[in-house]
């Protein structure tokens, strides 16, 4: 059951429990907190100038893109600098030259706000997560927010051995193809069957990633104003795409054994979502998977209160710990939408994802996705129909990494960070980290100046909670993670000092 407190933590998403909507400052725009405006800043250290002059660059870039519209009040100069990780003063002589500027105003007792800057046109810098700048070359950090996996060697096979009359065959034909190659929903629907949901072709989109297959389906289901239940924390990307489509957010609480099914009773039934979006295998941060009996009793809630739900299953085959093929949620439901993709096993590049669903709703989705695109590369379909016959395979050579990797940080942590409580991942590829009563903001702003980059808690939150906690991604070689936690036990030392 929801306490008060917990109740207000994962309210709606409006700055309220259940107000009638965000609250708007005097001209016209919601405030941003500081760990909001942290986000929007991403990668503003460069090289050259002091810190004052480069926050008070990046700030006016944000401000003349529309990225923070005018009107925008914007945190105050201590909890930026706090945030950030650097001096109140720091803070104060780039508010000063934009106050210089115009481009920003301040009022006695009532703020500093944006007063330069076009509409909002520009997309949010939190879209592109941790993507935003790992092939941008600036500077020699070690990037530790990218959970994404290199791709395995048979994906390069099958690449390679791509038959010439097959291709031939295909570029004949017009290419477009909205629901997906035909033998690419039949590879799905075994995959499904294999994993013990007996499912159809018909019941399969083969979308390009699982981030469109989320968008589409939240798209058919929420309007502006929607109350849309979701995990808290929770996947970056479903956060966004669920904000763009005017969904209001209320946060079911989840941890290391999956989602709090008693909070998710209440809730359903206190405030009826149109909609339910939740990882039961693996959790992106948490690294959780859901019990079987946990699966059945989400199930049978959608059910009940005739919730559907959107299982995000990306992760799916990149189980560590026990059975690495559990029973799909969608065996306890008709109502659950079952999001897969190929990026997390075989390789992010290929593009392709889908949604397993109802055959009526599926024909929706491909309606709507026809306008959107016309359909997904139809070569990438090939390679990933060929890459699902090789399923086993590729689960017992990505467990086998992600063990080995899984163990060096685990390690790393105990060893040089004792104070700091990792969740140990039962699968993905990062380790969730509760940090002892500090800003995870702030400190993963001083760790980037030291040289290695973490994304902080509030990242994964719809409600900018969890700045106690850091994800930490294990994806890239072991050695530059364990140079990356040596980095973070150095910061982590000046930062309690200091």
């Known amino acids: 059951m929801l306490g008060d407190a917990v109740a207000y933590r994962f309210g709606l998403d409006d700055g309220a429990v259940e107000g009638p909507g965000p609250r ?87 703020g500093t706000y944006v007063v330069a800057g076009a509409r909002n046109l520009v997309p949010d810098d939190d879209r592109l997560g941790s993507f935003a700048s790992l092939a941008d070359g600036a500077g020699q950090r070690i990037d530790l927010r990218s959970a994404a996996l290199p791709g395995l060697r048979m994906t390069a096979d099958e690449i390679g051995s791509l038959d010439e009359l097959r291709v031939r065959d295909l570029v004949a034909s017009h290419g477009y193809l909205p629901a997906g190659l035909p033998e ?24 390009s990633g699982a981030q469109q297959a989320l968008r589409l389906v939240a798209s058919l289901h929420v309007a502006p104003g929607s109350v849309v239940a979701i995990e808290e924390p929770s996947f970056r990307g479903a956060i966004h795409s669920l904000r763009a489509l005017g969904a209001r957010l209320v946060g079911i609480p989840t941890g290391p054994s999956g989602l709090d099914v ?17 990882q039961s295998t693996v959790h992106n941060p948490t690294g959780s998977v859901t019990d079987s009996l946990h699966r059945s009793r989400i199930a049978g809630l959608a059910t009940r209160f005739g919730v559907p739900v959107v ?42 994802g889908w949604a397993r669903a109802h055959p009526d709703l599926v024909e929706r989705l491909t309606a709507l996705k026809g306008g959107e695109d016309l359909g997904t590369s139809v070569i990438a379909q090939v390679i990933a129909a060929r890459l699902l016959g090789r399923v086993e395979e590729a689960r017992d050579e990505r467990r086998a990494i992600l063990e080995k990797a899984r163990r060096c940080v685990l390690d790393a942590v105990a ?70 936690i040596e980095l973070l036990a150095g910061t982590w030392a000046g930062f309690v000092d200091g």
């Open 262 to 278: 008693d909070a998710l009773a209440t809730t359903l039934a206190r405030v009826r979502p149109v909609l339910l979006v939740l």
């Open 415 to 484: 060893a040089l960070l004792p104070g700091w409580e990792p969740h140990v991942p039962a699968g993905g590829a990062s380790l969730w980290v509760r940090l002892p009563t500090v800003s995870a903001t702030a400190f993963a702003q001083r760790a980037d100046r030291d040289g290695v980059r973490v994304l902080p808690g509030p990242t994964f939150s719809a409600f900018e909670g969890f700045d106690d906690h850091l994800r930490i991604a294990f994806s890239g070689p072991n050695d530059l993670t364990l140079r990356g």
């Open 24 to 110: 708007v400052n005097i001209l016209g725009s919601a405030p941003i907190n500081a760990t909001r405006l942290v986000r929007l800043l991403g990668d503003w250290l460069g090289t050259g100038d002091t810190l004052y002059e480069q926050l008070a660059e990046r700030i006016r870039q944000l401000a003349r893109t529309g990225t923070i519209p005018a009107g925008t009040r914007l945190p105050s100069e201590r909890s930026l600098g706090t945030a950030l990780g650097i001096s109140r003063n720091t803070v104060a002589r780039a508010f000063d030259e934009l106050r210089a500027e115009g481009v920003l105003a301040s009022r006695t007792g009532d």
């Open 311 to 352: 299982a995000n299953s990306t992760l799916a085959d990149t189980v560590i710990d026990g059975d690495r093929t559990p029973l799909p949620l969608a065996a306890g439901s008709d109502l659950v939408i079952t999001i897969g993709s190929m990026s997390k096993l075989f390789w992010g590049g290929l593009r392709v």
């Open 184 to 207: 690419l929903r039949a590879a799905i629907a075994s995959y499904y069957d294999d994993l013990g949901l007996p499912t159809e072709p018909e019941q399969i989109l083969v979308t």
